[in-house]
């Protein structure tokens, strides 16, 4: 987060920089401002702007999200008896830096064009509805910006999905991206309890961070007696300090829920050697999915779950 937080902040000084180019001319409404007034090359020097923006952005999340995939699919696979997993963030950062950075700039792009596209498209729909009140042309805005918005949230679920994939396969994003596709289709049942429940958990865990937060900054308003005496009420301090813990909580809870989907694959590609009867070392994965891993095995008819 601290590294967005920088490159966002150098992104708005670029902007800004940006959008003083041009020539000033002045308004005719208000005649102590001026109008910057852009060339063709300004325009396209923006929008350019604009899409390394979404795509620096989609680049840092793409990484850190193979950097837990990594972790979490190390830990998995290297439970030795009795002896936790190592998953080491570190080198799960080192294998997304070094093996794997085109098939994370690759997926990035694409969620990047699309995104780009959306706002794009809603730049010119705000424009449009100001100057027609056809209700049928509105519409098909609505219809079309909502398909937009759909395609956006499948193309990071599916990219979301795919760098799990080339944690765990070391293959190039587009064919750890079909991987993931069928196997999100071959358990979508699977996917959407642990996605459901994951949600409610989550939802949950924010609610609690969020509202222990307020509780202790009303405690400290109230039962503290310098701060107490200088302010007149703790509610609209105690409504920032929610705000600002259901955001925090937000950020971190993000992570176990990305290694939650993480291990889910990692328990499906060991069902799917399991099934086939690959033989893999004794108690070489978390005791918990231990039992689902011998219950599956001791059924030779069933088929595996990956393409």
């Known amino acids: 987060m601290l590294i967005i937080a920088v490159w966002v902040a150098f992104w708005c000084l670029g902007a800004l920089w940006l959008f003083s180019i041009g020539e000033l001319k002045p308004r005719d409404d208000i005649t102590v401002v001026s109008t910057v007034t852009w060339t063709k090359e300004t325009r396209y020097f923006f929008l350019y702007n604009c899409f390394a923006l979404l795509w620096v952005n989609a680049f840092f999340i793409g990484l850190a999200q193979f950097t837990v995939a990594a972790a979490c699919a190390m830990w998995y696979f ?9 998953g080491s963030v570190l080198k799960g950062l080192r ?13 990035s792009c694409i969620i990047a064009i699309v995104q780009f596209i959306r706002y794009i498209f809603e730049y010119y729909r705000q424009k449009a509805k100001k100057g027609t009140n056809n209700r049928i ?4 805005f ?6 937009l918005l759909c395609l956006e949230k499948c ?17 190039n994003f587009c064919a750890s991206a079909w991987q993931a596709f069928c196997l999100i289709l071959k358990n979508a049942a699977r996917f959407a309890v642990v996605g459901s429940m994951g949600c409610i958990f989550l939802f949950l865990g ?11 900054c009303y405690a400290a308003l109230t039962y503290w007696e310098k701060p107490a005496d200088q302010i007149a009420s703790p ?3 105690c409504l920032v300090a929610l705000v600002i813990g259901y955001m925090i909580g937000s950020i971190y809870l993000s992570v176990f829920s990305f290694s939650a989907d993480t291990i889910l694959q ?5 069902e799917e050697l399991a099934a086939k009867g690959t033989k893999r070392p004794e108690s070489n994965r978390p005791p918990t999915m231990e039992g689902f891993v011998q219950d599956i095995s001791k059924d030779g008819k069933k088929k595996g779950c990956c393409c």
């Open 78 to 86: 290297t439970w030795q008896g009795d002896v936790p997993g190592t």
């Open 95 to 107: 294998w997304g830096m070094t093996k794997h950075l085109g098939s994370i700039a690759f997926g």
């Open 137 to 140: 042309v509105k519409a098909i």
């Open 142 to 147: 609505c219809i079309t910006s909502y398909c």
């Open 155 to 171: 193309v990071k679920f599916i990219t979301k999905n795919a760098y799990i994939q080339v944690a765990l396969t070391s293959n």
């Open 206 to 216: 924010k609610l609690f961070i969020a509202c222990a937060t307020a509780l202790a």
């Open 235 to 237: 509610y609209l301090p």
């Open 266 to 270: 990692c328990f499906l590609v060991d």
